[in-house]
């Protein structure tokens, strides 16, 4: 069963994701990033002006992107339908919906601003996951 995390109170959605990318992929972590066009948009341009010395090794798939192995063993995946993607370890929700195949993921992480909006958005993921039976932890982000 998929472990949930919701990650809440992060000041700054898309520099926290490149920290947790970062994170991640030092231990060999395989993951997807879902979420809206603009978002991942800002995301891609923060990952490549991220650290000035280390590089976090990413791709955007697209719906008709050719999959040859090179390809795949990239370790980040920015993906706006995650279903698509080919096996990783971990997704990533920086979109307002649940995110769909989440089920077939290891863990999702969900990260959540103070914004209200995204606040609203994220207690309707979590009812969701809730009434499907997952179980959900919560990490608060300090400041």
Known sequence: MT??????????RTAYACRLL???TRRGARVVVTGAPEMLGRLDRELWEFDPVEFIPHLWLHADAALDERR????????????????????????E????????YA???EIVSSAEEDRTAARMRWKHYANRGYPIARHE???
């Open 97 to 104: 919906c649940a995110p769909s195949g989440f089920e077939s």
């Open 107 to 109: 863990r999702l992480i």
């Open 72 to 95: 795949r063993a990239t370790p980040v995946w920015l993906a706006e339908d995650p279903s698509n993607a080919p096996e990783h370890d971990v997704l990533v929700n920086l979109g």
């Open 3 to 12: 472990e949930i995390t919701f990650h809440f109170n992060v000041p700054d």
């Open 141 to 143: 982000v300090a400041e």
């Open 22 to 24: 970062r994170k991640a």
